[in-house]
T-cell receptor
Framework: SAVISQKPSRDICQRGTSLTIQCQVD?????MFWYRQQPGQSLTLIAT?????????ESGFVIDKFPISRPNLTFSTLTVSNMSPEDSSIYLC???????????FGPGTRLTVL | AQKVTQAQTEISVVEKEDVTLDCVYE???????LFWYKQPPSGELVFLIR??????QNEISGRYSWNFQKSTSSFNFTITASQVVDSAVYFC????????????FGGGTRLMVKP
């Protein structure tokens, strides 16, 4: 199983600023994903982070708001841009070597926007 | 499109009671994978089990057991002799090769185990 770390674990940010979240996996993985979990809700997929190319975004999420990088097979970043209070959520990254492998999750980044 | 339904949004039990969390899924794919994850108050998502669509054997791991029934498209999770440490939100999830390995999550069931 992959061990995934995220930084920061939590942050409180001001409206209009941006925050970059880092996700590090302890082994090479094929696929990395970013999810958002709004308070009291389930997880919603933001995008698939593709190594060496642009991320694939789900409906309702755009690159200008959530730019993603994946420079290699073990690392990815998600930036939450021009934040508003509605962006207050837990952001989780996950990784897998592909089916039938399991998708493992990082500990999450708890973001509060004031 | 794939869908996962966890009809129980919240369950409250007293310690040592048995509790079953329901999960019903929908998919058109013949090969798919089902998962259960636990999310304690700290927020991380902890993997509990994966079940392949072609393996209908039920599984037991300590106090945890899972009942996979393709005929009813259900993948239910039972905790025997619940403990306070079992208090968490539990998510059932589904994916398949045709879904690009992306997980579809249910809404989650919040389990509260009282001493």
């Amino acid at each position: 199983s992959a061990v995934i770390s995220q930084k920061p674990s939590r942050d409180i940010c001001q409206r209009g600023t941006s925050l970059t979240i880092q996700c590090q996996v302890d082994s090479q993985v094929t696929m990395m994903f970013w999810y958002r979990q709004q308070p009291g809700q389930s997880l919603t997929l933001i995008a698939t982070a593709n190594q060496g190319s642009e991320a694939t975004y789900e409906s309702g999420f755009v690159i200008d708001k959530f730019p993603i990088s994946r420079p290699n097979l073990t690392f990815s970043t998600l930036t939450v841009s021009n934040m508003s209070p509605e962006d207050s959520s837990i952001y989780l990254c996950s990784a897998t070597t592909g089916l039938p492998d399991t998708q493992y999750f990082g500990p999450g980044t708890r973001l509060t926007v004031l | 499109a794939q869908k996962v339904t966890q009809a129980q949004t919240e369950i409250s039990v007293v310690e040592k009671e048995d509790v079953t969390l329901d999960c019903v899924y929908e998919t058109r794919d013949t090969t798919y994978y089902l998962f259960w994850y636990k999310q304690p108050p700290s927020g991380e998502l902890v993997f509990l089990i994966r079940r392949n669509s072609f393996d209908e054997q039920n599984e037991i791991s300590g106090r945890y057991s899972w009942n996979f029934q393709k005929s009813t498209s259900s993948f239910n999770f039972t905790i025997t002799a619940s403990q306070v440490v079992d208090s968490a939100v539990y998510f059932c999830a589904l994916t398949s090769n045709n879904a690009g390995n992306m997980l579809t999550f249910g809404g989650g069931t919040r389990l509260m185990v009282k001493p």
